[in-house]
Protein backbone atom coordinates (compact mmCIF):
# COMPACT_ATOMS: atom_id res chain seq x y z
CA UNK A 1 0.00 0.00 0.00
CA UNK A 2 3.11 1.91 1.01
CA UNK A 3 4.24 1.71 -2.40
CA UNK A 4 0.90 2.03 -3.89
CA UNK A 5 0.85 5.39 -1.30
CA UNK A 6 4.23 6.32 -2.75
CA UNK A 7 3.58 5.93 -6.44
CA UNK A 8 0.24 7.91 -5.74
CA UNK A 9 1.65 10.85 -3.47
CA UNK A 10 4.60 10.58 -6.59
CA UNK A 11 2.25 10.52 -8.77
CA UNK A 12 0.72 13.74 -7.13
CA UNK A 13 3.66 15.62 -6.83
CA UNK A 14 4.34 14.84 -10.88
CA UNK A 15 1.09 15.84 -11.81
CA UNK A 16 1.68 18.98 -9.52
CA UNK A 17 4.41 19.72 -11.35
CA UNK A 18 2.93 19.37 -14.91
CA UNK A 19 0.50 21.54 -14.27
CA UNK A 20 2.77 24.29 -12.98
CA UNK A 21 4.65 23.43 -16.02
CA UNK A 22 2.06 24.20 -18.19
CA UNK A 23 1.25 27.34 -16.68
CA UNK A 24 4.82 29.02 -17.11
CA UNK A 25 4.54 27.37 -20.81
CA UNK A 26 1.08 28.79 -21.27
CA UNK A 27 2.06 31.87 -19.82
CA UNK A 28 5.25 32.37 -22.03
CA UNK A 29 2.90 30.71 -24.67
CA UNK A 30 0.51 33.80 -24.14
CA UNK A 31 3.64 36.36 -24.16
CA UNK A 32 5.02 35.03 -27.14
CA UNK A 33 1.93 35.62 -29.17
CA UNK A 34 1.25 39.07 -27.67
CA UNK A 35 4.85 39.90 -28.55
CA UNK A 36 4.32 38.84 -32.13
CA UNK A 37 1.02 40.27 -32.20
CA UNK A 38 2.45 43.80 -31.47
CA UNK A 39 4.92 43.45 -33.54
CA UNK A 40 3.03 42.82 -36.18
CA UNK A 41 0.41 45.41 -35.45
CA UNK A 42 3.89 47.89 -35.91
CA UNK A 43 4.71 46.55 -39.50
CA UNK A 44 1.45 46.28 -40.53
CA UNK A 45 0.35 48.53 -43.48
CA UNK A 46 -2.16 50.71 -42.33
CA UNK A 47 -4.27 49.73 -45.52
CA UNK A 48 -4.41 46.50 -44.96
CA UNK A 49 -7.42 47.27 -42.50
CA UNK A 50 -9.88 47.66 -45.89
CA UNK A 51 -13.65 47.44 -45.13
CA UNK A 52 -15.59 45.55 -47.47
CA UNK A 53 -19.11 46.12 -49.13
CA UNK A 54 -21.19 43.67 -50.43
CA UNK A 55 -23.07 44.64 -53.62
CA UNK A 56 -25.78 41.97 -54.54
CA UNK A 57 -26.80 41.76 -58.33
CA UNK A 58 -29.75 40.63 -59.20
CA UNK A 59 -30.13 39.78 -62.84
CA UNK A 60 -28.76 37.96 -66.05
CA UNK A 61 -24.96 37.87 -65.30
CA UNK A 62 -22.54 36.68 -68.17
CA UNK A 63 -22.17 39.09 -71.08
CA UNK A 64 -24.61 40.77 -69.94
CA UNK A 65 -24.81 44.84 -70.53
CA UNK A 66 -25.86 45.99 -67.25
CA UNK A 67 -23.88 43.09 -65.55
CA UNK A 68 -20.61 44.06 -67.33
CA UNK A 69 -21.06 47.41 -66.84
CA UNK A 70 -21.35 47.00 -63.03
CA UNK A 71 -18.09 45.20 -62.86
CA UNK A 72 -16.18 47.26 -64.41
CA UNK A 73 -17.81 50.14 -61.89
CA UNK A 74 -17.16 47.92 -59.40
CA UNK A 75 -13.10 47.83 -60.58
CA UNK A 76 -13.45 51.56 -60.97
CA UNK A 77 -14.77 52.32 -57.55
CA UNK A 78 -11.88 49.60 -56.18
CA UNK A 79 -9.23 51.88 -57.52
CA UNK A 80 -10.20 54.51 -55.77
CA UNK A 81 -11.14 52.91 -52.94
CA UNK A 82 -7.81 51.28 -52.37
CA UNK A 83 -6.28 54.46 -51.21
CA UNK A 84 -8.96 55.20 -48.61
CA UNK A 85 -9.05 51.38 -47.18
CA UNK A 86 -12.78 50.84 -48.98
CA UNK A 87 -13.50 47.80 -51.25
CA UNK A 88 -16.54 46.51 -52.60
CA UNK A 89 -17.52 43.14 -53.76
CA UNK A 90 -20.05 42.92 -56.58
CA UNK A 91 -21.66 38.77 -55.37
CA UNK A 92 -24.71 38.13 -58.24
CA UNK A 93 -27.69 36.94 -55.79
CA UNK A 94 -29.52 33.94 -54.87
CA UNK A 95 -32.12 33.59 -53.03
CA UNK A 96 -30.64 33.03 -49.63
CA UNK A 97 -28.63 36.38 -49.65
CA UNK A 98 -31.79 38.25 -49.44
CA UNK A 99 -31.21 38.76 -45.85
CA UNK A 100 -27.97 39.36 -45.35
CA UNK A 101 -26.57 41.98 -48.70
CA UNK A 102 -28.17 44.92 -47.77
CA UNK A 103 -27.29 46.89 -51.20
CA UNK A 104 -28.61 45.54 -54.15
CA UNK A 105 -28.09 46.48 -58.24
CA UNK A 106 -30.96 45.50 -60.23
CA UNK A 107 -29.83 44.43 -63.91
CA UNK A 108 -33.64 43.05 -64.71
CA UNK A 109 -36.89 42.41 -62.98
CA UNK A 110 -36.18 41.15 -59.57
CA UNK A 111 -35.10 37.77 -59.75
CA UNK A 112 -35.88 37.20 -55.70
CA UNK A 113 -37.88 38.64 -53.60
CA UNK A 114 -36.12 41.24 -52.38
CA UNK A 115 -36.68 42.79 -48.94
CA UNK A 116 -38.25 46.55 -48.46
CA UNK A 117 -35.44 47.71 -46.37
CA UNK A 118 -32.49 47.10 -48.52
CA UNK A 119 -31.33 49.70 -50.96
CA UNK A 120 -31.99 49.33 -54.69
CA UNK A 121 -29.74 50.96 -57.25
CA UNK A 122 -32.09 49.87 -60.20
CA UNK A 123 -29.91 49.75 -63.57
CA UNK A 124 -33.07 48.29 -65.67
CA UNK A 125 -36.42 49.46 -65.17
CA UNK A 126 -37.69 52.42 -67.40
CA UNK A 127 -40.98 52.45 -65.63
CA UNK A 128 -42.30 55.88 -65.04
CA UNK A 129 -44.73 54.26 -62.08
CA UNK A 130 -42.00 52.32 -60.04
CA UNK A 131 -40.34 56.55 -59.82
CA UNK A 132 -43.59 58.15 -58.79
CA UNK A 133 -44.01 55.37 -56.00
CA UNK A 134 -41.29 57.10 -54.42
CA UNK A 135 -39.67 54.57 -52.14
CA UNK A 136 -37.11 55.93 -49.83
CA UNK A 137 -34.34 53.53 -50.50
CA UNK A 138 -35.02 53.18 -54.52
CA UNK A 139 -33.01 54.54 -56.74
CA UNK A 140 -32.70 54.32 -60.94
CA UNK A 141 -29.77 54.69 -63.05
CA UNK A 142 -31.42 54.02 -66.32
CA UNK A 143 -33.35 56.73 -67.76
CA UNK A 144 -37.36 56.69 -67.30
CA UNK A 145 -40.12 56.63 -70.44
CA UNK A 146 -40.79 60.35 -69.62
CA UNK A 147 -37.26 60.91 -69.60
CA UNK A 148 -36.67 59.22 -73.01
CA UNK A 149 -39.71 60.88 -74.53
CA UNK A 150 -38.64 64.28 -73.42
CA UNK A 151 -35.59 63.98 -74.69
CA UNK A 152 -36.95 62.94 -78.07
CA UNK A 153 -39.64 65.92 -78.28
CA UNK A 154 -37.22 68.65 -77.13
CA UNK A 155 -34.71 67.37 -80.15
CA UNK A 156 -37.67 67.94 -82.41
CA UNK A 157 -38.50 70.96 -81.56
CA UNK A 158 -34.33 72.04 -81.40
CA UNK A 159 -35.25 72.05 -85.20
CA UNK A 160 -34.62 68.26 -86.83
CA UNK A 161 -35.94 68.04 -89.96
CA UNK A 162 -35.33 64.44 -91.13
CA UNK A 163 -37.85 61.56 -89.89
CA UNK A 164 -37.67 61.26 -86.28
CA UNK A 165 -39.29 57.61 -86.23
CA UNK A 166 -35.50 56.64 -87.11
CA UNK A 167 -33.88 58.49 -84.48
CA UNK A 168 -33.20 56.30 -80.94
CA UNK A 169 -33.22 58.18 -77.73
CA UNK A 170 -30.10 56.75 -75.57
CA UNK A 171 -28.12 56.68 -72.66
CA UNK A 172 -24.54 55.98 -74.10
CA UNK A 173 -23.58 55.63 -77.55
CA UNK A 174 -19.83 54.45 -78.19
CA UNK A 175 -19.40 56.99 -80.64
CA UNK A 176 -19.20 59.47 -77.69
CA UNK A 177 -16.11 61.32 -77.34
CA UNK A 178 -16.50 64.49 -75.33
CA UNK A 179 -16.22 65.08 -71.67
CA UNK A 180 -13.70 61.80 -71.53
CA UNK A 181 -16.58 60.18 -72.58
CA UNK A 182 -13.90 58.38 -74.83
CA UNK A 183 -11.79 57.05 -71.98
CA UNK A 184 -14.84 55.24 -70.31
CA UNK A 185 -15.54 53.53 -73.73
CA UNK A 186 -11.76 53.02 -73.97
CA UNK A 187 -11.90 51.06 -70.84
CA UNK A 188 -15.30 49.15 -71.33
CA UNK A 189 -14.08 47.91 -74.58
CA UNK A 190 -10.31 47.10 -73.40
CA UNK A 191 -12.03 45.06 -70.40
CA UNK A 192 -14.56 42.83 -71.64
CA UNK A 193 -14.01 43.29 -76.28
CA UNK A 194 -17.40 44.38 -76.98
CA UNK A 195 -19.02 48.21 -77.24
CA UNK A 196 -20.54 50.41 -73.98
CA UNK A 197 -23.86 50.56 -74.39
CA UNK A 198 -26.91 52.20 -72.84
CA UNK A 199 -27.31 49.73 -70.45
CA UNK A 200 -23.77 49.11 -69.96
CA UNK A 201 -23.59 52.71 -68.83
CA UNK A 202 -26.78 52.30 -66.71
CA UNK A 203 -24.66 49.43 -64.78
CA UNK A 204 -21.40 50.95 -64.76
CA UNK A 205 -23.06 53.93 -63.32
CA UNK A 206 -25.07 51.91 -60.44
CA UNK A 207 -21.67 50.30 -59.41
CA UNK A 208 -19.70 54.41 -59.57
CA UNK A 209 -22.77 55.81 -57.34
CA UNK A 210 -22.51 53.15 -55.11
CA UNK A 211 -18.53 53.22 -54.79
CA UNK A 212 -18.57 57.33 -54.47
CA UNK A 213 -21.24 56.99 -51.31
CA UNK A 214 -18.87 54.07 -49.79
CA UNK A 215 -15.68 55.99 -50.05
CA UNK A 216 -17.00 59.60 -49.41
CA UNK A 217 -18.15 57.99 -45.91
CA UNK A 218 -21.46 56.73 -46.29
CA UNK A 219 -22.30 54.70 -43.14
CA UNK A 220 -22.80 50.99 -44.45
CA UNK A 221 -26.76 51.21 -43.89
CA UNK A 222 -29.16 51.70 -46.79
CA UNK A 223 -30.68 55.21 -44.87
CA UNK A 224 -26.92 56.65 -45.19
CA UNK A 225 -27.04 55.87 -48.36
CA UNK A 226 -29.97 57.29 -49.37
CA UNK A 227 -28.86 60.39 -47.60
CA UNK A 228 -25.95 60.58 -49.75
CA UNK A 229 -27.68 60.22 -53.13
CA UNK A 230 -30.61 62.62 -52.08
CA UNK A 231 -28.61 65.40 -50.21
CA UNK A 232 -24.85 65.27 -51.65
CA UNK A 233 -24.25 62.96 -54.96
CA UNK A 234 -22.40 64.68 -57.17
CA UNK A 235 -21.40 62.52 -59.68
CA UNK A 236 -19.35 62.23 -62.60
CA UNK A 237 -20.97 59.63 -65.27
CA UNK A 238 -18.62 61.27 -68.11
CA UNK A 239 -21.51 63.19 -69.90
CA UNK A 240 -19.69 66.92 -69.14
CA UNK A 241 -21.97 67.94 -66.24
CA UNK A 242 -22.14 66.64 -62.80
CA UNK A 243 -25.37 63.90 -62.03
CA UNK A 244 -27.70 63.88 -59.39
CA UNK A 245 -31.18 62.43 -58.23
CA UNK A 246 -34.47 63.91 -58.40
CA UNK A 247 -37.13 63.48 -55.29
CA UNK A 248 -38.39 59.92 -57.33
CA UNK A 249 -35.15 58.73 -56.95
CA UNK A 250 -34.16 59.13 -60.77
CA UNK A 251 -30.47 59.75 -61.49
CA UNK A 252 -30.75 63.48 -63.69
CA UNK A 253 -28.83 62.92 -66.87
CA UNK A 254 -27.66 64.21 -70.32
CA UNK A 255 -29.69 61.89 -73.32
CA UNK A 256 -28.05 61.08 -76.72
CA UNK A 257 -30.62 61.18 -79.97
CA UNK A 258 -28.84 58.62 -82.30
CA UNK A 259 -29.55 57.86 -86.14
CA UNK A 260 -27.89 55.07 -87.64
CA UNK A 261 -24.93 54.96 -85.12
CA UNK A 262 -24.02 58.32 -85.38
CA UNK A 263 -25.03 60.74 -82.17
CA UNK A 264 -26.47 63.96 -83.54
CA UNK A 265 -27.11 65.90 -80.47
CA UNK A 266 -27.34 65.86 -76.27
CA UNK A 267 -29.95 66.83 -74.52
CA UNK A 268 -30.42 69.22 -72.76
CA UNK A 269 -27.47 71.31 -73.49
CA UNK A 270 -26.55 74.83 -73.17
CA UNK A 271 -27.29 77.27 -70.15
CA UNK A 272 -28.68 76.58 -67.24
CA UNK A 273 -28.60 72.77 -67.37
CA UNK A 274 -29.69 71.18 -64.36
CA UNK A 275 -33.23 73.15 -64.81
CA UNK A 276 -33.75 71.78 -68.20
CA UNK A 277 -32.01 68.58 -66.76
CA UNK A 278 -35.16 68.67 -64.42
CA UNK A 279 -37.86 69.74 -66.92
CA UNK A 280 -36.53 65.89 -68.49
CA UNK A 281 -37.09 64.39 -65.72
CA UNK A 282 -40.09 66.06 -64.14
CA UNK A 283 -41.81 63.27 -62.30
CA UNK A 284 -43.28 63.85 -59.14
CA UNK A 285 -43.97 61.34 -56.61
CA UNK A 286 -47.06 60.46 -56.34
CA UNK A 287 -47.59 58.37 -52.63
CA UNK A 288 -45.63 60.93 -50.74
CA UNK B 1 -13.65 106.96 -78.57
CA UNK B 2 -13.86 103.91 -77.01
CA UNK B 3 -11.85 102.42 -79.31
CA UNK B 4 -9.48 105.55 -78.63
CA UNK B 5 -9.43 104.96 -75.37
CA UNK B 6 -9.06 101.59 -75.56
CA UNK B 7 -5.53 102.10 -77.54
CA UNK B 8 -4.05 104.73 -74.80
CA UNK B 9 -4.48 101.84 -72.47
CA UNK B 10 -3.27 99.34 -74.14
CA UNK B 11 -0.09 101.74 -75.25
CA UNK B 12 -0.26 102.49 -71.53
CA UNK B 13 -0.14 99.49 -70.10
CA UNK B 14 2.34 97.61 -72.81
CA UNK B 15 4.58 100.46 -72.60
CA UNK B 16 4.80 99.68 -69.12
CA UNK B 17 5.65 95.89 -69.91
CA UNK B 18 8.52 97.69 -71.71
CA UNK B 19 10.26 99.26 -69.59
CA UNK B 20 10.32 96.07 -66.86
CA UNK B 21 12.58 93.71 -67.59
CA UNK B 22 10.21 91.11 -69.40
CA UNK B 23 9.98 93.05 -72.74
CA UNK B 24 12.71 92.44 -74.52
CA UNK B 25 12.47 88.62 -75.74
CA UNK B 26 9.25 87.74 -73.39
CA UNK B 27 6.97 85.49 -75.07
CA UNK B 28 3.73 83.20 -74.89
CA UNK B 29 3.70 79.93 -76.19
CA UNK B 30 0.43 78.18 -76.69
CA UNK B 31 -0.38 74.29 -77.91
CA UNK B 32 -2.89 74.18 -80.35
CA UNK B 33 -4.47 71.21 -80.11
CA UNK B 34 -6.83 71.30 -83.22
CA UNK B 35 -4.40 71.60 -85.80
CA UNK B 36 -1.03 69.87 -83.75
CA UNK B 37 0.63 73.31 -84.00
CA UNK B 38 2.29 75.91 -81.01
CA UNK B 39 1.71 79.89 -81.97
CA UNK B 40 4.43 82.15 -80.64
CA UNK B 41 3.36 85.64 -79.38
CA UNK B 42 5.21 88.45 -79.29
CA UNK B 43 4.42 89.74 -75.78
CA UNK B 44 5.20 93.37 -76.62
CA UNK B 45 3.42 93.60 -80.13
CA UNK B 46 0.88 90.90 -78.69
CA UNK B 47 0.96 89.76 -82.54
CA UNK B 48 1.68 85.82 -83.56
CA UNK B 49 5.04 85.74 -85.00
CA UNK B 50 5.80 81.89 -85.61
CA UNK B 51 3.66 78.64 -85.67
CA UNK B 52 5.63 75.32 -85.24
CA UNK B 53 4.36 72.13 -86.00
CA UNK B 54 5.17 69.86 -83.42
CA UNK B 55 3.57 66.42 -83.74
CA UNK B 56 -0.15 65.09 -82.76
CA UNK B 57 -2.90 66.35 -80.35
CA UNK B 58 -0.24 69.05 -78.50
CA UNK B 59 -2.09 69.57 -75.16
CA UNK B 60 0.25 70.41 -71.53
CA UNK B 61 3.14 72.43 -72.37
CA UNK B 62 5.77 74.07 -70.42
CA UNK B 63 9.48 75.34 -70.54
CA UNK B 64 12.79 73.69 -69.14
CA UNK B 65 14.41 75.63 -65.78
CA UNK B 66 16.90 78.17 -68.00
CA UNK B 67 13.90 78.50 -71.08
CA UNK B 68 15.82 77.15 -73.77
CA UNK B 69 13.42 74.71 -74.65
CA UNK B 70 10.06 74.03 -74.55
CA UNK B 71 8.61 71.25 -74.34
CA UNK B 72 5.09 69.82 -75.34
CA UNK B 73 3.24 66.97 -74.90
CA UNK B 74 1.60 65.12 -77.82
CA UNK B 75 -0.87 62.84 -76.86
CA UNK B 76 -1.53 61.18 -80.07
CA UNK B 77 2.22 60.74 -80.99
CA UNK B 78 2.91 59.39 -77.19
CA UNK B 79 5.78 61.65 -76.90
CA UNK B 80 7.08 65.09 -75.43
CA UNK B 81 8.46 67.54 -78.43
CA UNK B 82 11.27 69.57 -77.64
CA UNK B 83 11.83 72.94 -79.05
CA UNK B 84 14.55 75.18 -79.30
CA UNK B 85 13.05 77.93 -77.90
CA UNK B 86 16.10 80.18 -80.17
CA UNK B 87 15.43 78.68 -83.70
CA UNK B 88 12.27 77.35 -83.25
CA UNK B 89 12.55 74.11 -84.23
CA UNK B 90 11.86 70.42 -82.74
CA UNK B 91 15.15 69.63 -81.31
CA UNK B 92 14.30 66.01 -80.76
CA UNK B 93 11.53 63.88 -79.72
CA UNK B 94 11.36 61.90 -76.03
CA UNK B 95 9.80 58.96 -75.14
CA UNK B 96 6.68 59.91 -73.18
CA UNK B 97 4.69 56.73 -72.55
CA UNK B 98 1.01 56.39 -74.16
CA UNK B 99 -1.30 59.24 -74.39
CA UNK B 100 0.70 62.33 -72.20
CA UNK B 101 -1.89 65.02 -71.38
CA UNK B 102 -0.11 67.45 -69.05
CA UNK B 103 3.07 67.86 -66.87
CA UNK B 104 5.04 69.75 -64.84
CA UNK B 105 8.94 70.60 -64.65
CA UNK B 106 11.12 70.07 -61.19
CA UNK B 107 12.54 73.38 -60.94
CA UNK B 108 15.23 71.63 -58.94
CA UNK B 109 16.64 69.06 -61.84
CA UNK B 110 14.91 69.75 -64.85
CA UNK B 111 12.97 66.35 -64.86
CA UNK B 112 9.87 66.36 -66.36
CA UNK B 113 6.43 64.59 -64.48
CA UNK B 114 4.09 63.56 -66.48
CA UNK B 115 0.46 61.92 -66.46
CA UNK B 116 -0.06 58.72 -69.05
CA UNK B 117 -4.42 59.24 -69.59
CA UNK B 118 -5.00 56.12 -70.72
CA UNK B 119 -2.43 54.09 -68.36
CA UNK B 120 -3.28 55.36 -65.18
CA UNK B 121 0.02 56.28 -64.42
CA UNK B 122 2.51 59.29 -64.02
CA UNK B 123 5.75 59.17 -66.01
CA UNK B 124 9.18 60.78 -64.61
CA UNK B 125 11.59 61.83 -67.67
CA UNK B 126 15.01 62.84 -67.83
CA UNK B 127 14.52 64.96 -70.65
CA UNK B 128 18.75 64.86 -70.84
CA UNK B 129 19.09 61.43 -71.87
CA UNK B 130 15.40 60.90 -72.79
CA UNK B 131 15.15 58.53 -70.44
CA UNK B 132 12.07 57.11 -68.02
CA UNK B 133 13.21 57.43 -64.40
CA UNK B 134 10.07 56.23 -62.96
CA UNK B 135 6.62 54.79 -64.16
CA UNK B 136 4.23 55.28 -61.14
CA UNK B 137 0.72 54.09 -60.67
CA UNK B 138 -1.92 56.29 -59.73
CA UNK B 139 -5.51 57.20 -60.53
CA UNK B 140 -7.88 56.45 -63.05
CA UNK B 141 -7.56 59.40 -65.91
CA UNK B 142 -4.56 61.14 -64.57
CA UNK B 143 -4.36 64.85 -65.82
CA UNK B 144 -2.83 67.69 -63.71
CA UNK B 145 0.57 67.70 -62.40
CA UNK B 146 2.52 69.92 -60.42
CA UNK B 147 6.36 69.82 -58.91
CA UNK B 148 6.67 71.93 -55.62
CA UNK B 149 8.92 74.82 -56.02
CA UNK B 150 11.68 72.62 -53.99
CA UNK B 151 11.07 70.23 -55.67
CA UNK B 152 10.72 67.42 -52.87
CA UNK B 153 6.83 66.68 -53.45
CA UNK B 154 4.73 65.68 -56.92
CA UNK B 155 0.71 66.07 -57.17
CA UNK B 156 -1.37 64.18 -60.03
CA UNK B 157 -4.76 64.86 -60.12
CA UNK B 158 -6.45 61.45 -61.64
CA UNK B 159 -10.00 62.43 -63.19
CA UNK B 160 -12.41 59.34 -63.01
CA UNK B 161 -11.35 58.48 -59.22
CA UNK B 162 -11.24 62.09 -57.96
CA UNK B 163 -8.29 61.69 -56.37
CA UNK B 164 -4.81 64.45 -55.90
CA UNK B 165 -1.90 61.43 -55.70
CA UNK B 166 0.79 63.25 -54.06
CA UNK B 167 4.90 61.84 -54.61
CA UNK B 168 7.54 62.21 -52.62
CA UNK B 169 10.61 63.11 -54.78
CA UNK B 170 13.02 61.63 -55.72
CA UNK B 171 11.75 58.57 -54.51
CA UNK B 172 8.84 58.52 -56.25
CA UNK B 173 6.51 56.87 -53.70
CA UNK B 174 3.13 57.85 -52.88
CA UNK B 175 3.05 59.38 -49.35
CA UNK B 176 -0.89 60.92 -49.88
CA UNK B 177 -3.92 60.66 -51.70
CA UNK B 178 -6.31 63.14 -51.15
CA UNK B 179 -10.12 62.68 -52.30
CA UNK B 180 -11.48 65.49 -54.08
CA UNK B 181 -14.58 66.87 -56.09
CA UNK B 182 -15.53 65.00 -59.15
CA UNK B 183 -13.26 65.08 -62.43
CA UNK B 184 -9.94 67.20 -60.76
CA UNK B 185 -7.83 68.97 -63.46
CA UNK B 186 -5.03 70.99 -62.62
CA UNK B 187 -3.09 72.00 -59.26
CA UNK B 188 -0.60 74.18 -58.33
CA UNK B 189 2.13 75.24 -55.17
CA UNK B 190 2.68 78.39 -53.71
CA UNK B 191 6.33 79.66 -53.75
CA UNK B 192 7.27 77.73 -50.88
CA UNK B 193 5.34 74.88 -51.54
CA UNK B 194 3.52 74.78 -48.12
CA UNK B 195 0.45 75.36 -49.46
CA UNK B 196 -1.19 73.58 -53.02
CA UNK B 197 -4.26 74.14 -54.96
CA UNK B 198 -6.69 71.60 -57.33
CA UNK B 199 -9.31 72.61 -59.30
CA UNK B 200 -12.36 69.77 -59.87
CA UNK B 201 -14.90 70.53 -63.27
CA UNK B 202 -17.16 68.51 -62.53
CA UNK B 203 -17.89 69.38 -58.66
CA UNK B 204 -17.04 73.13 -59.87
CA UNK B 205 -14.53 73.06 -56.76
CA UNK B 206 -11.47 74.68 -55.56
CA UNK B 207 -9.39 72.87 -52.83
CA UNK B 208 -6.82 73.97 -50.90
CA UNK B 209 -4.08 71.69 -49.28
CA UNK B 210 -0.95 72.45 -46.49
CA UNK B 211 1.42 71.03 -48.11
CA UNK B 212 3.43 70.59 -44.85
CA UNK B 213 0.87 68.13 -43.03
CA UNK B 214 -0.89 67.04 -45.81
CA UNK B 215 -4.37 67.83 -44.93
CA UNK B 216 -7.16 69.66 -46.70
CA UNK B 217 -7.98 73.41 -45.55
CA UNK B 218 -10.30 74.90 -47.59
CA UNK B 219 -12.81 74.27 -50.21
CA UNK B 220 -14.76 76.47 -52.00
CA UNK B 221 -17.44 75.65 -54.74
CA UNK B 222 -18.59 77.81 -57.49
CA UNK B 223 -22.58 79.12 -57.95
CA UNK B 224 -23.23 78.82 -61.49
CA UNK B 225 -23.79 75.39 -62.73
CA UNK B 226 -21.98 76.46 -66.61
CA UNK B 227 -18.89 77.07 -64.89
CA UNK B 228 -16.10 73.96 -65.35
CA UNK B 229 -12.51 74.86 -63.20
CA UNK B 230 -10.00 73.88 -64.91
CA UNK B 231 -6.60 76.08 -65.10
CA UNK B 232 -5.16 77.46 -62.12
CA UNK B 233 -2.64 79.95 -61.67
CA UNK B 234 -1.29 81.72 -58.44
CA UNK B 235 -0.44 85.69 -58.03
CA UNK B 236 1.44 85.58 -54.61
CA UNK B 237 2.05 88.64 -54.64
CA UNK B 238 -1.59 89.79 -55.18
CA UNK B 239 -2.53 86.72 -52.88
CA UNK B 240 -4.84 85.84 -55.64
CA UNK B 241 -5.69 82.91 -57.49
CA UNK B 242 -6.85 82.91 -61.20
CA UNK B 243 -9.16 79.90 -62.45
CA UNK B 244 -10.52 79.35 -65.54
CA UNK B 245 -13.71 77.99 -65.82
CA UNK B 246 -14.16 75.96 -69.26
CA UNK B 247 -17.52 76.13 -70.99
CA UNK B 248 -18.61 78.80 -68.32
CA UNK B 249 -16.05 80.92 -70.50
CA UNK B 250 -15.11 82.94 -67.46
CA UNK B 251 -11.90 83.41 -65.20
CA UNK B 252 -12.36 83.65 -61.46
CA UNK B 253 -10.33 85.46 -59.22
CA UNK B 254 -10.07 83.94 -55.23
CA UNK B 255 -8.35 85.15 -52.50
CA UNK B 256 -5.27 82.84 -52.35
CA UNK B 257 -5.64 82.92 -48.76
CA UNK B 258 -9.61 82.59 -47.74
CA UNK B 259 -10.62 81.50 -51.85
CA UNK B 260 -13.34 84.12 -50.86
CA UNK B 261 -14.06 85.16 -54.41
CA UNK B 262 -12.83 89.15 -55.54
CA UNK B 263 -14.70 88.95 -59.23
CA UNK B 264 -15.12 87.38 -62.31
CA UNK B 265 -13.56 87.96 -65.96
CA UNK B 266 -15.68 87.24 -69.30
CA UNK B 267 -12.99 85.76 -71.79
CA UNK B 268 -13.49 83.43 -74.61
CA UNK B 269 -15.48 79.56 -75.29
CA UNK B 270 -14.17 77.31 -73.33
CA UNK B 271 -11.31 78.43 -71.65
CA UNK B 272 -8.63 75.76 -70.52
CA UNK B 273 -5.27 76.81 -69.65
CA UNK B 274 -3.95 79.97 -68.06
CA UNK B 275 -0.29 81.24 -67.56
CA UNK B 276 0.21 85.28 -65.87
CA UNK B 277 3.34 87.54 -66.58
CA UNK B 278 5.97 87.17 -63.88
CA UNK B 279 5.19 90.44 -62.43
CA UNK B 280 1.29 89.70 -62.64
CA UNK B 281 -0.34 92.41 -64.03
CA UNK B 282 -1.07 90.34 -67.09
CA UNK B 283 -2.44 86.80 -67.93
CA UNK B 284 -2.99 84.94 -71.14
CA UNK B 285 -6.02 82.32 -71.20
CA UNK B 286 -6.24 79.55 -74.21
CA UNK B 287 -9.90 79.91 -75.32
CA UNK B 288 -10.22 76.58 -76.78
CA UNK B 289 -13.58 77.17 -79.28
CA UNK B 290 -12.76 80.65 -80.25
CA UNK B 291 -8.79 79.84 -81.42
CA UNK B 292 -7.99 83.07 -79.93
CA UNK B 293 -5.90 83.83 -76.39
CA UNK B 294 -7.51 86.54 -74.04
CA UNK B 295 -4.89 89.40 -73.15
CA UNK B 296 -6.07 89.44 -69.20
CA UNK B 297 -5.14 92.95 -67.40
CA UNK B 298 -5.21 91.87 -63.90
CA UNK B 299 -5.15 95.67 -62.59
CA UNK B 300 -8.04 96.69 -64.11
CA UNK B 301 -9.91 92.67 -64.63
CA UNK B 302 -10.62 93.66 -68.18
CA UNK B 303 -9.51 91.92 -71.20
CA UNK B 304 -7.43 93.79 -73.09
CA UNK B 305 -6.97 92.31 -76.32
CA UNK B 306 -8.03 88.60 -78.16
CA UNK B 307 -5.57 87.32 -80.21
CA UNK B 308 -6.17 84.71 -83.21
CA UNK B 309 -3.80 81.46 -82.78
CA UNK B 310 -3.94 77.84 -84.39
CA UNK B 311 -7.24 75.53 -83.85
CA UNK B 312 -8.29 74.94 -80.90
CA UNK B 313 -5.69 76.41 -78.17
CA UNK B 314 -5.11 74.67 -75.25
CA UNK B 315 -2.18 75.33 -72.79
CA UNK B 316 -0.53 78.77 -72.38
CA UNK B 317 2.58 79.88 -70.68
CA UNK B 318 4.44 82.96 -70.52
CA UNK B 319 8.12 82.96 -71.01
CA UNK B 320 9.71 86.07 -69.20
CA UNK B 321 12.91 86.14 -71.85
CA UNK B 322 16.06 86.41 -70.81
Redesign the interface.
Known sequence: MAFLGERYTVRKVHARADAASETLISTSRLITLLITFMVFLVFLPVRAWTVQLVIGFSGKTGSNDIFLGAQLGID?SN??GK??EKELLLKPGEPEDRGSINFWILGDNPSIDLPSDVLIMDAHSTSDEERERCHALQFFSAPSETMLARAMSAFVVSGYTGDSKEVEILAWHHTLFKY?AR??N??YKDRFGVEMTSQAWSGWAAARLLG?AW??GSKPRPDSFAKFFLDSV???G?KG??LSFTETGQLRQVLFPVLLGKVLSEIPRG????KKLDNLSALKCVNR | MKLFIFSIFLGLALGGCTSSSESTEARIWVSNEGDNTVSVINFRTLEVVATINVGQRPRGIGLSPNREELYVALGEDDAISVVDTKTLEVSRVLDSGSDPEMFAVNPKNGHIYLSNEDEGTATVLDPVSGKQIAVIPVGIEPEGVAVSPTGSLALVTAEATNTVHVLSIPEHEEIKTFLVGPRPREATFSPDGSVAYVTSEIGREITKFDMVDLIEIAKVRLEEVETKPKGIVLLPKRNELLVTTGRGNTVVILNAETLERLGTIGVGKRVWGISSTTDENFAFTADGLDDEVSVIDVNSRKVLKKIKVGSRPWGVVFDPGN
Open positions: ERQYFADLRREIRSFDQVAKETI
